[in-house]
């Protein structure tokens, strides 16, 4: 993962300010398939989960997200309205000299944002500018430990800036010779960021190998990553407002990988410690080591399990067949992650509270929801309400089985109109004070 304090990607670490987190026992993400099969389809059969008019088609879902993030304000980051007819895509590209230290970025409408109606001879293809080590060196200052900003199981990331002021951030893999999977990594995760772009994952501006070097520069973004801001680490408590919108820009961003890019994309590590925050706390879906092309002509893709413990989808860890709803599986432990504000696993608390996700969907189910929120947060009744259905959303992604899990489309239709709830509830009591 790559911004301004994440991990090194690809090995799936964990990233607090360039210290590794600590690794819980892989075996606890299992423990939670008994709560979701038990009460997922009685439940869903009881409740529904979204509000009215939630079947508009999601091609209009992406409106605001083409708008550049750091043009956006928290207040007015996506409209309340689910009108995705008028959608607009925004395409940011890079084009610099031939050492690559110039980025001239160039934004263009280009109508409806599809893979079929995207133009690409008129946009450039991410991932393109060319760097030379000498220029990579010199920017991380020769790779000092002052300028590292993540640590990951596969590499180490750091902050760079070319001689025209422009920040990057620069992923040194790790130099082992008898590690031929690592060089796989590394090419997997190019040839997955050439074939992506969207506002709500990393911008890929090159990469570089040579001597011996494995370098990926990404774009550098600068409010640190989710799970730092959960953990207080910036020592201010970020609103339930924020993680609202930070899941829609999730729920996007994933959406976008699975269903509108060029070619299907399976991230495979959705985390709180993957996504980068904007200093207007819009997110960017990062870290692309793990990330699978999904197949065409299949239901699923057959390969050795990687992941995150506690985010891991279980049906995944027992078949070893992947396919996107093992990223929703992710999603609904990051849903909980946003409300309660813990980790997915807690070694040190008291075994029934050890697995976030399975605690928190008891809970649910026995009509404490509120129990579980961050008690940095006010249990407001806007608060409240969202907690409810966000929980309802996340009891369907934990399904034990990906047929009764809803797709990442859904999920973001779903959370717009979580969204729009809270906002109407919650403005009465803003407008009072």
Known sequence: MIGSRNSGGGGGGEAARARARPRSDPGDSRDLSHVSVATTDSYNSERSVGSAGRGIPF????????VSAEARSPEASLSDEFHP????????????????????????????????LRN??????PGSTKFSLSEIQKATKNFSPNMKIGQ??????????????????????????????MGR?????????????HLN??????????????????????????????????????EFSLRLDIAIDVAHAITYLHTYSDHPVIHRDIKSSNILLTNNYRAKV????????????ASHVSTQVKGTAGYLDPEYLKTYQLNEKSDVYSFGVLLVELVTGRRPIEPKRMIIERVTAKWAMEKFV???????????????DAVNLAVEKMYELALQCLATTKRNRPSMRRCAEILWGIRKDFRELALPASSMN
């Open 366 to 380: 026995e009509g404490n929801a509120i129990q579980t929120l961050d008690p940095n947060l006010e249990a407001t």
């Open 85 to 116: 007819s008028q959608q607009l895509s925004q395409s940011m590209s890079s084009q610099g000299s031939s050492s690559g230290s110039n980025f001239e970025r160039r934004r263009s409408i280009k109508g409806l944002y599809s893979p079929m």
């Open 286 to 297: 990062a870290d692309f080591g793990f990330a699978k092309l999904a197949p065409t002509d």
């Open 120 to 125: 690409s001879s008129d946009m450039e293809i």
């Open 152 to 181: 990951g199981g596969s590499g180490t990331v750091y902050k760079g800036q070319l001689h025209d002021g422009t920040l990057m951030a620069v992923k040194r893999a790790k130099k082992n010779i008898y590690d031929k999977h």
């Open 185 to 197: 990594e590394f090419r997997n995760e190019i040839e997955t960021l050439q074939c992506i772009e």
């Open 201 to 238: 994952l990393v911008r890929f501006h090159g990469y570089l190998e040579f001597g011996g070097e494995q370098l990926i520069i990404v774009e550098y973004v600068p409010n640190g990553n989710l799970r730092e801001h959960l953990d207080g680490v910036t020592g201010k408590t970020l």
């Open 59 to 66: 091609l209009d879902a992406f409106r605001s997200c083409f």
